[in-house]
């Protein structure tokens, strides 16, 4: 009984309060922004919320499952956004090549200058040392956030967009994919680096099933596409717990986040099959209903010393430095040929949403000590910091001026 109660405190602070404060701000402010700061202030004041049972176990568990689906959902995600020409474009559709070369370039720009900059200038400053692994790795850990887009809260952003700025916003998804992507193979390839030869010693029977299971998931869902392409939707349904649950499984046994065999699990399942499930619906539940548990006790598992004014100041040197070298990569190479300075800027302020996608990335590098308290504690001022200055930074980019 007592748990209920924990659980029911937890869902009044983390959900209740912020979709109540998210409608009252007529949704302006993203509703992941929101859990976190409650989070922040209940680090930094202290509060003893303990006394109510915060955070509960049964919070813990279904912010947890939460996020699961949201990676699963990130994964289905690469499937549903079609290439096709709109009404409203003003542009030229990129071919593949071109779209993979610009989003290769938002992606490295980001990453590379990031990357040096932190090792060079933030990795030396007192708290910000890499408590697990080389500083190399803990300044490339801290560069893939910087350079990451947030595809799930992308998501939510594009479909508020006019019908003239649809187009815009779908090449962005598009980008915003291939970020996602390469987020979660970078994640993967960090831990194994942090690990270095460890990382495969004490392999036993269950890691080799582990990684046969990836690879089965893989063929099954290629052989699924060609010889069962219009299943029953029961069918759908079953392979979907499934392909979640075994791909979350296998990761977490070789090794990797729990949440980086999801996004695989989805990504990997047949295209045919994902476009008859409800994908945006199931993400849109548990972002808004589920995923504020966990948001908010990320936000509490910041440790309240390490807000300081100079990680505060860190923070804010980190937003100039993500947004600034994001929007410079999409303009430097645009994903089109055609695409105007103005187009090509709104396109960079969509990108440089962090979101969902960093704050993930950053609570797993923490917890495998790949960054530090600070690291992690000006990450998620970041990735409040980006995302809510997404819309009003995108709609100042590309206001047209009144005709004289």
């Not at 990795?123 to 692994?133: A, D």
């Not at 995923?291 to 006790?297: C, E, K, R, V, Y």
């Not at 440089?352 to 960093?358: A, I, P, R, S």
């Not at 009003?392 to 590309?398: A, D, E, N, S, Y």
Request: with cysteine.
């Amino acid at each position: 009984m007592d748990q209920l109660l924990h659980l029911c405190a937890d869902v009044f602070l983390f959900v209740f309060i912020p979709s109540v404060l998210w409608r009252l701000s007529r949704r302006t402010i993203p509703i992941v922004v929101i859990p976190i700061l409650l989070g922040i202030a209940i680090a930094v004041t202290k509060y003893p919320v303990e006394a109510w049972g915060i955070p509960s176990q049964y919070g813990e568990d279904i912010g947890w499952l939460a996020v699961l689906v949201l990676a699963f959902t990130a994964g289905l995600d690469m499937w549903q956004f079609s290439d096709g020409s709109d009404p409203n474009q003003n542009f030229t559709a990129p071919s593949m090549g071109r779209l993979l070369g610009s989003a290769l370039v938002a992606l490295g720009v980001p990453f590379c200058i990031g990357s040096a900059l932190i090792y060079f200038y933030f990795l030396p400053l007192h708290g910000w040392e890499t408590p697990h692994g080389s500083p190399v790795i803990g300044a490339m850990s801290i560069g893939l956030c910087l350079a990451v887009s947030a595809l799930p809260v992308l998501i939510g952003v594009v479909r508020e967009l006019t019908p003239a700025e649809r187009p815009m916003g779908q090449l962005a998804l598009r980008l915003a994919v291939v970020d996602d992507a390469a987020l979660w193979i970078g994640l993967a390839c960090l831990e194994f680096a942090a690990e270095g030869p460890a990382a495969f010693h004490g392999w036993h029977i269950t890691q080799f099933v582990a990684v046969a299971l990836l690879g089965a998931l893989a063929l099954l869902s290629s052989a699924a596409a060609y010889r069962m392409p219009h299943p029953p939707m029961w069918v759908i349904w079953m392979a979907v717990p499934l392909w979640l649950a075994g791909g979350a499984w296998a990761s977490m046994q070789i090794g990797l986040h729990e949440l980086i065999g999801a996004y695989f699990a989805g990504a990997v399942m047949p295209p045919k099959w994902v476009r008859r499930l409800p994908v945006e619906q199931v993400g849109t539940f548990a972002l808004i209903w589920l995923a504020p548990l966990f948001f908010g006790h990320s936000g509490m598992h910041i440790n309240g010393e390490a807000l300081t004014w100079p990680s505060v100041i860190a923070s804010f040197l980190l937003v100039v430095i993500s947004i600034t070298t994001k929007m410079g990569a999409v303009v430097l190479y645009p994903p089109s040929p055609d695409m105007s300075r103005r187009q090509a800027l709104g396109m960079g302020t969509l990108l440089q949403c962090k979101g969902l996608m960093e704050i993930v990335a950053a609570t797993i590098l923490h917890s495998k000590g790949m960054i530090s308290e600070f690291a992690y504690a000006s990450l998620m001022v970041l990735a409040v910091t980006s995302t809510t200055l997404t819309g009003p930074m995108f709609r100042l980019v590309t206001k047209r001026k009144p005709a004289a």
